[in-house]
């Protein structure tokens, strides 16, 4: 359930790339109820068939721009510790939207292909 919730609040957010947005996914499709998860790069990057330093790199901007937190691995789990701060505070992550290029589509939603069958999984 709170990855559905998760999911409907990242709808809503503006000015992610389709590489930003499929991390997002992933990370809700992983939410508890605290909108967190515990992945590893490595699991990152098998998912979303890139390499390590991509997602560092994606999880750097997101990290930045405050949509989302990162702590390192806590002792006696696998991997980090991601909250997704666009669904703990959504409202606050529709209206600063402004970090590139935002959505010029009046507010429609672009789900990446590769999201479907991650979804699947």
């Known amino acids: 359930m709170h990855s559905v919730e998760a999911h409907q609040a990242l709808s ?3 000015g992610l790339t389709v590489s930003q ?5 992933i990370l809700c499709r992983c939410a508890d109820a605290n909108f967190e ?9 098998e998912a979303m068939e890139c390499n390590e330093r991509t997602v560092r790199r994606l999880i750097r901007w997101l990290r930045e ?5 990162f702590a390192a691995t806590n ?3 696998r991997g980090h510790r991601y909250r997704l701060l666009f669904a703990i505070n959504p409202d606050k992550h529709v209206r600063n939207n402004d970090w590139n290029n935002a959505d010029k589509f009046n507010g429609a939603v672009t789900v990446p292909f590769a999201t479907c069958e991650l979804l699947s999984m």
């Open 12 to 14: 809503k957010v503006r």
């Open 37 to 45: 998860c515990f992945l590893s790069e490595t699991t990152l990057a």
């Open 65 to 69: 721009k405050g949509v989302i937190d």
């Open 75 to 77: 002792p006696g789990r």
């Open 21 to 25: 947005r499929l991390l997002c996914t």
